[in-house]
């Protein structure tokens, strides 16, 4: 069961990664690139933090914390390119 | 009395042991996370104060060594991640294996870094040449190091290969993923 779970987040951890690689070569929009692969760097530290940090059953709290440590800079990175394009 | 000095023994960690390893090892993850979260937040306020000197720097990058990175680094921690689960049953062989592994590709992560330096070295760039190669340096430098510590702790950790020592250590291993994930596209990919 703990084997199935690893080995799933694995796989989506590789296909994030490629994805984001493809979509930083391939897509034509700059501002669609740097939403998507902040999206995707979200979502891969997610995987990380549940899976294989081991903490889907730990206290929210500390799911809470790093969550917010992984989204408040995915987030920061997103604000100075909307502000900076912008501006 | 001996009774009440182990109760207050396991107790004396509070909220922090709900944790997976030892206590110790999060404190020491959260003080790193901060550590990395200033240091990838100053270079996003830099880049947005001088844009053009960010993505002229950012032009010499290879972001294909630095996504092979990616891949060699997850699949490190699931290997990692693996070597947990199996101390955890236990099988300490089988826990020894995984780390040794992800202790491998550890090294192999250090070999493409060293290689993507020596690229950027040699087209000019250095830790002066500019304000984005400054942090950048610095934070990949600084990131490496925590690779090179964290095969090192795998190294201790697999020893004895006990479910707590490795759950301790793999916890460092994929702290420095979780890092490196969010870094690689802050600092090769978004413009």
Do not use: C
Request: proline share 3%.
């Amino acid at each position: 069961m703990v084997r199935d779970r690893l080995n799933l987040a694995w796989l989506q951890l590789l296909s994030f990664a490629i994805a984001t690689l493809a979509a930083s070569l391939l897509l034509p929009s700059r501002w669609l690139v740097d939403a998507l692969v902040l999206l995707l760097a979200a979502v891969k530290g997610r995987v990380i933090v549940l899976d294989f940090l081991g903490l889907r059953h730990a206290p929210a709290l500390w799911r809470g914390l790093l969550t917010t440590w992984l989204t408040g800079l995915v987030v920061l990175a997103g604000l100075a390119v909307a502000i900076r394009a912008l501006v | 009395m001996s009774a009440t000095v182990g109760e207050e023994e396991l107790e004396r960690w509070g909220v922090l042991d709900g944790l997976p390893g030892d206590p110790m090892m999060w404190v020491l993850i959260f003080s790193e996370l901060v550590a990395f979260g200033l240091l990838l937040g100053a270079f996003v306020v830099a880049r947005a104060v001088h844009p053009a000197v960010f993505t002229a720097g950012q032009a010499m990058l290879d972001s294909r060594l630095a996504a092979a990175n990616t891949i060699v680094l997850v699949t490190s921690g699931w290997a990692a991640a693996r070597g947990a689960a199996a101390a955890r049953n236990p099988a300490p062989i089988v826990a020894r294996r995984w780390i040794a592994v992800a202790m491998l590709l550890g090294v192999a992560f250090i070999a493409i870094k060293l290689t993507e330096y020596g690229g950027e070295i040699a087209a000019g760039a250095g830790l002066e040449t500019s304000a984005f190669f400054t942090l950048y340096f610095l934070l990949t430098g600084f990131h490496l190091m925590h690779v090179l510590l964290g095969i090192m702790v795998l190294a201790i950790v697999g020893r004895s290969a006990t479910a707590n020592g490795v759950e301790t250590g793999t916890a460092f291993w994929h702290m420095v993923d979780l890092v490196w994930i969010v870094m690689f596209p802050i600092l090769y990919l978004v413009r």
